[in-house]
């Protein structure tokens, strides 16, 4: 058990649709990240938010947005939903303060679109 | 993009030491060495990390070359449970706070 956690595990949802993944980080963890991974993709960085901040932005849609609450945990949301955006969404968390540490992932939510 | 480079796949007999390359040939100073692997669409889990000097922990070793242009990482005594892909991450230590970038990976596999 890595201390991530997220919700919901599995998601079914239709085209056009919006969702909202959520994320809780290990406890004292102020960096929170989240991954795409879709079969023919492999793992996607979408964005980061360090202590409430969008810190870095990867590969996101802008249909796609994320944002960290005070209590730390985070949320994306995806709208307008298209059948290519099924996948595995995966939301890691780190200390984020200077010095080298790791990340640490969650067990994922699977996304399918129909 | 990711700034390493790994063989696609691996195979390696239970019981034997398996030993995973990557090259990081444009590794700058500041620059850490990651290892993750993730099995099965789990989330990806931590291994080991270093800078230059090797470094052991109870589930790996990790040998940097003298350059750090590339590394290895040993799994002493593999297991089925091993199975995955094992990711090579440079990342800029410092800060915990850099996204690690996923490449391709090397997909291990362990026969009985």
């Known amino acids: 058990d890595s201390g991530v956690t997220q919700t919901p595990k599995h998601l079914i949802t239709a085209t056009g649709q919006r969702v909202t993944l959520r994320c809780s980080p290990r406890?004292?963890?102020?960096?929170v990240y989240w991954y795409q991974q879709s079969l023919d993709q492999g793992l996607q960085f979408l964005i980061q938010?360090?202590?409430?901040?969008?810190?870095a932005k990867g590969n996101i849609l802008e249909r796609f947005s994320a944002q960290q609450f005070p209590d730390l945990h985070s949320e994306l949301n995806l709208s307008s939903l298209e059948l290519g955006d099924s996948a595995l969404y995966f939301c890691?968390?780190?200390?984020?303060?200077?010095?080298?540490?790791?990340?640490?992932f969650g067990q994922g939510t699977r996304l399918t679109v129909v | 993009d990711a700034k390493t480079t790994q063989p696609p796949s691996m195979d390696c007999a239970e019981g034997r030491a398996a030993n995973l390359p990557c090259n990081h040939s444009?590794?700058?100073?500041?620059?850490?060495v990651y290892w993750y692997r993730q099995i099965h669409s789990q989330g990806p889990q931590y291994i080991i990390h270093?800078?230059?000097n090797n470094e052991t922990n109870e589930m790996a070793s990790l040998i940097i070359t003298e350059d750090r242009k590339s590394s290895t990482l040993i799994l002493p005594h593999a297991t089925l449970r091993d199975t995955a892909v094992y990711y090579c991450?440079?990342?800029?230590?410092?800060?915990?706070?850099?996204?690690?970038?996923f490449g391709k990976g090397t997909r291990l596999s362990v026969i009985a």
């Open positions: 890691a968390s780190s200390v984020g303060q200077v010095g080298d540490t790791e990340a640490f």
């Open positions: 406890s004292g963890d102020l960096s």
């Open positions: 938010y360090y202590n409430g901040e969008e810190r």
């Open positions: 444009t590794i700058s100073g500041n620059e850490y």
């Open positions: 270093g800078l230059k």
């Open positions: 991450i440079v990342r800029v230590g410092g800060s915990g706070n850099t996204p690690l970038v």
